[in-house]
Nanobody, 113 residues
Framework: QVQLVESGGGLVQPGGSLRLSCAAS????????MDWYRQAPGKQRVLVAG???????NYADSVKGRFTISRDNAKKMVYLQMNSLNPEDTAVYYC???????WGQGTQVTVSS
C-alpha cells in the first residue's frame, strides 16, 4: 500500500555534494518514522540516517557531521543532504518506512574522480 521512490543519485567527485529525495505515497506519511540505508556491492545494507515523525534525527558515525536527513510532511518527502562525499560513500541508497518492509528501488551514488 505504501510506495517509495528515491531520486537524486549520480556521479560526484570526492568532496562534492548530492541531495537525495524519497517520495512517498499510499500512507499517512506524517505518522511514519523514516530511514535512509545504503548498500555497497558485496556488503550488508546498513542504516545511514533516521528521522522520527517528530523530526528527531539520528546518524551513523560514518556520516555524522556530513549528512543531514529532513522531511516535508506536506509534500510526503524525505531528503538526505550529503556533503563532503568520499569514495566510501559509494552505494545504492534506499529509503524505508521504519520497522516495515516498504522500500524504494534505490538510487545509485558513485563518488569518484
Amino acid at each position: 500500500q505504501v510506495q517509495l521512490v528515491e531520486s537524486g543519485g549520480g556521479l560526484v567527485q570526492p568532496g562534492g555534494s548530492l541531495r537525495l529525495s524519497c517520495a512517498a505515497s499510499g500512507g499517512i506519511f506524517r505518522l511514519f518514522a523514516m530511514d535512509w540505508y545504503r548498500q555497497a556491492p558485496g556488503k550488508q545494507r546498513v542504516l545511514v540516517a533516521g528521522i522520527t515523525r517528530g523530526s528527531n534525527t539520528n546518524y551513523a558515525d560514518s556520516v555524522k557531521g556530513r549528512f543531514t536527513i529532513s522531511r516535508d510532511n506536506a509534500k510526503k518527502m524525505v531528503y538526505l543532504q550529503m556533503n563532503s562525499l568520499n569514495p566510501e560513500d559509494t552505494a545504492v541508497y534506499y529509503c524505508n518506512v521504519r520497522s516495515s518492509s516498504f522500500w524504494g528501488q534505490g538510487t545509485q551514488v558513485t563518488v569518484s574522480s
